[in-house]
């Protein structure tokens, strides 16, 4: 198995302009990753006033002091000298009625910044900054706001402005929080460019440290002008999976849900995850993929190398939404995710949401749902005739998907029950701080949140191990609730031998017919959750059988912990790292969101959209072409252009 792998894709980047990948891209390098020092050596006094002879200890903290002063006294201050030795500023009001004015001077020999001249305090009133403050600027908020960005990334610009107005009393805009945010990020975690750097030299240490993990790189060649550039390549995909999740895989339910979640960082792209579930119906994500966008060949990337490195047995049941990227990838798989190999199979909540967008029927939702729900022929039959009654071209419409795609009657079992991808609607919520971080630091996110899961699960899995229980504790609360009601059950013996029988219900009178060797019942519910159900119950108490051996092997305790028995290994000192001899890795500049302008369309033209169809402009203020109303020279006012002559 390769541990760490490049590949060029073949697709080129260019001509560009090379500026873009030159500017902070040096690790650490970045002008908003400077972590600096904003601290003041002496504590002012208790009035809360500055004194001549106080002391600072950079330019940085006096005006860091500065700004903190006037925003909490509500006054302002305009600059009269900034030098790199000196500092000299006055009230906006100096002359108006107030004399403060401050000046601070770096002392070499004392190597420290000292107030040498103040006029305090301020005697003005300042009623026009009540909104907002001009010293309130972004990097103040951002330095401000950090603790809440560490916490959680995620965090809404909403949120930022009432933390602000809490804090400093003043609402600032909408962009000025959202610029915090953004420099509060990468003060954290790194700057953009510097974490695509930083990235191939992270997988690199982790890989030596775990030769079983995979990660597989897809790049492209950068540009200056027409120019190669050589040892720089842009990053177009990564696919990556830890060890202890590609161990993990083999004790979970032979079962995968793909999904793909957007990425709200500087660079576009999606974020596509696999994940199972184990016998305790825990989540257990499997591989990550950053792409370029849910596109087939992004698919096709994540899919393949899911295949080849993570899902290697067969029999595999793969749920995903709708999505033509999706199936489009898996007829290009040469059978990998076909049958008998693998099923693939929609999530019934998807199928819903396209039945709904077709015909605009809400009171037929939940008939859909049911559809996809029914255990048995009998239970399908009935809701998809009930459809049919409401017309024809509903059931036309459902005819065009394959039934066992999405009903459990028809499903062969393969879904396990699962009708949704809501398992990996829920990673993407966990992982929703992450989205918005730079990609090394999402990476990141990923490897030490899993292995906090793991650590976790792998202690209540020895917990539960300990105190003498077999089965999962989901399967337990199961099994006494199907064993509690398999008293009212009659049984008839057909084919001993076989295992055949037949049951009825009291006082329903409902006949279902049992099969203990082949693990069927007529309801359905043994063969989908492989779990006994109130019928197989009956029959092995009727026949002194052995209930346990008909619990599939995946919900006992012991294969529960195998699930977790491999540990996250930890990658200890960067500076033990060995040292990083491949390419330099940048973002794709087409990829980097625009940050002002107007945003660039995303609908797909046709030949109706260009330019050369359609009819010349004509201005509706003198008829001519060529020109609109806003730019006819005719208009008269200072803003017209000069007539021709």
């Not at 990468?186 to 930083?198: C, L, Q, T």
């Not at 995710?337 to 039945?355: G, L």
Request: proline fraction near 4%.
């Amino acid at each position: 198995m390769t541990a760490l792998s490049l590949e060029s894709c073949g697709k080129e980047i260019g001509p560009t302009d090379f500026k873009q990948f030159e500017e902070g891209t040096q690790i650490g390098g970045s002008e908003l990753c400077e972590v600096v020092e904003l601290e003041i050596a002496l504590p002012i006094v208790a009035d809360g006033e500055f004194t001549v002879g106080m002391k600072f200890s950079s330019r940085e903290a006096v005006i860091k002091a500065m700004k903190d002063y006037t925003i909490r006294r509500g006054v302002d201050y305009r600059v009269y000298e900034s030098e790199p030795t000196t500092f000299y500023a006055k009230c906006t009001e100096y002359g108006n009625g107030c004399d403060w004015l401050i000046r601070v001077t770096k002392m070499h020999k004392k190597y420290c910044w000292e107030i040498r001249r103040y006029n305090g305090s301020h005697t003005c009133t300042r009623s026009t900054i009540s909104q907002d403050h001009s010293k309130l600027d972004s990097k103040t908020v951002a330095e401000a706001i950090k603790p809440l960005v560490e916490v959680d990334p995620s965090i809404k610009v909403k949120s930022i402005i009432a933390e602000v107005q809490s804090k400093f009393n003043y609402t600032i805009s909408y962009r000025k929080a959202w610029l915090a945010k953004q420099q509060a990020v990468e003060s954290i975690f790194g700057g953009w460019e510097a974490s695509y750097e930083a990235l191939p030299i992270w997988f690199e240490a982790m890989c030596q440290k775990e030769p079983s993990a995979v990660v597989h790189f897809e790049t492209m060649p950068a540009y200056q002008g027409d120019d190669l550039v050589p040892d720089i390549r842009v990053l177009h995909r990564v696919f990556w999976s830890y060890y202890p999740c590609i161990r993990a895989f083999r004790h979970c339910k032979p079962m995968v849900q793909v999904d793909g979640t957007h990425l709200y960082g500087k660079y576009k792209g999606c974020l596509l995850v696999a994940v199972s579930q184990d016998g305790n119906n825990n989540i257990v994500p499997i591989a990550f993929a950053i792409v370029e966008g849910e596109t087939s060949d992004a698919w096709y990337f994540f899919l393949s190398n899911l295949r080849q490195h993570v899902v290697t047995r067969d029999g595999v049941g793969l749920i995903s939404d709708r999505h033509d990227s999706i199936r489009s990838a898996i007829e290009r798989s040469n059978g990998d995710w076909s049958p008998p190999r693998a099923f693939h199979m929609f999530c019934i909540r998807h199928i819903e949401s396209n039945f709904l967008k077709k015909f605009k029927a809400p009171y037929l939702q939940k008939l859909i749902v049911n559809i996809g729900y029914s255990r048995t022929i009998k239970e399908y039959q009935m809701r998809y005739e009930r459809l049919k009654e409401r017309g024809e071209a509903y059931t036309n419409w459902l005819d065009r998907i394959p039934r066992e795609q999405y009903a459990l009657a028809f499903d062969g079992g393969y879904r396990w029950g699962h009708m949704t991808t809501n398992l990996v609607e829920c990673i993407n919520s966990v992982l929703k701080g992450a989205r918005n971080l730079p990609v090394t630091a999402l990476v990141k996110a990923t490897f030490y949140r899993l292995n906090e899961l793991f650590t976790r699960k792998r202690a209540e899995a020895e917990a539960r191990i300990n105190n003498g229980l077999v089965f999962s504790e989901v399967v337990t609360s199961k099994l006494h609730a199907n064993q509690r009601a398999s008293s009212n059950i009659q049984v008839s013996c057909f084919d001993r031998e076989n295992e055949v029988f037949e049951v009825r219900e009291m006082p329903s009178g409902a006949e279902y017919a049992v099969d203990l060797r082949h693990r069927r019942c007529d309801c359905g519910e043994f063969q989908v959750d492989r779990i006994p159900c109130r019928h197989v119950f009956a029959c092995c108490a009727n026949q002194r059988l052995d209930w346990q051996v008909y619990v599939h092997d995946v919900y006992k305790m012991d294969q529960v912990r195998r699930v977790y028995r491999a540990r996250f290994r930890p990658l200890r000192n960067p500076a033990t790292w060995p040292a990083y001899q491949g390419p330099r890795f940048v973002g794709n500049p087409f990829l980097r969101r625009v940050a002002k302008g107007r945003p660039k369309t995303t609908r797909f033209l046709n030949e109706m959209d260009t330019r050369m169809l359609r009819r010349p402009r004509r201005c509706k203020q003198c008829g001519g072409e060529g020109h609109s109303r806003s730019r006819c020279r005719q208009i008269g006012g200072p803003s017209a252009g000069p007539a021709d002559d």
